[in-house]
């Protein structure tokens, strides 16, 4: 299927790797050139070299981090108009107890999962709905349908994200933009595989034995390749996804159980 958004304008964000490399590897496969931001230069270099190299399409990196301000500044600097924009916070979670928590904290996480992603969506969509096309995509967790212990920091500012969205994509939508979340679960990236090494860490096991215990909550019994993430971001930024907004579509082998 041709996903028409060849020619397009993308952001894509902690493009360097894992998940938002993914994205940028899909949407660049369709023909959209492309703006990445990451924190670190050399990965991002090097992943932009390699999508040139491998799609033909024009792709500029940003070395900055997308949840400070000067990160986002320096980002829309470089492409003022996008058609493409998906956040992404690049961020790893860190479990901690929410007694613990002080106000610096929560609204460290606040604008980590939340304003950094708001503020790029205000700046870019006015733009979009003017030409007549635009397509947000935020990469989220699977964990904000069914939040886990030790995570209320994080999770409290991605449900609210899902949430202001909802409220915003009604004036949207008739000017052809559309902004969805991906809910995504166990994938194979390195954030995963760090994770699982702080939790044995933590629970005084094995790295094996956690990872095992994951598999045995996931039907489809595997952790999932990064580019089944990043497909499904490009069909959601297609022409084809037009009719397709305010959704928080879980990605992760069958585990929430859910209907809603």
């Known amino acids: 299927m041709d996903l028409g958004i060849k020619g397009r304008t993308a952001i894509v964000c902690a493009a360097s790797r894992g998940l938002g490399r993914a994205c940028a590897e899909s949407l660049a496969r369709e023909g959209a050139n492309l ?3 990451a924190r670190n230069p050399g990965p991002l270099e090097e992943a932009a070299r390699e999508i040139r190299a491998a799609h033909g399409v024009q792709v500029a990196a940003i070395a900055g981090d997308v949840t400070e301000a000067a990160g986002r500044d320096a980002l829309l600097a470089a492409c003022p108009a996008p058609d493409i924009l998906v956040t992404n916070p690049g961020v790893r979670q860190v479990p901690g107890d929410f007694r613990s928590f002080d106000r610096a904290e929560w609204l460290k996480w606040w604008d980590v999962h939340f304003h950094s992603s708001i503020d790029l969506i205000t700046r870019t969509t006015p733009g979009m709905a003017a030409r007549k096309f635009g397509r947000v995509v935020n990469v989220s967790v699977s964990f904000i349908k069914f939040p886990q212990v030790g995570f209320a920091h994080s999770h409290a500012a991605r449900v609210a994200l ?17 902004i969805n979340t991906v809910c995504p679960g166990l994938f194979d990236t390195d954030a995963l595989h760090t994770n699982l090494h702080g939790h044995a860490r933590r629970g005084n096991t094995t790295y094996e034995a956690i990872l095992a215990d994951r598999l045995r909550t996931c039907p489809a019994g595997r952790l999932a390749d990064p580019k089944e993430c990043g497909d499904l971001v490009a069909f959601l930024c297609s022409a084809q996804a037009g009719f397709m907004t305010g959704q928080n579509i879980v990605n992760d082998g069958g585990v929430y159980q859910g209907l809603f």
């Open 35 to 37: 703006t990445l931001i």
């Open 162 to 178: 899902s949430g202001a969205v909802a409220a915003m994509v009604r004036e949207l939508v008739g000017q052809n933009v559309t």
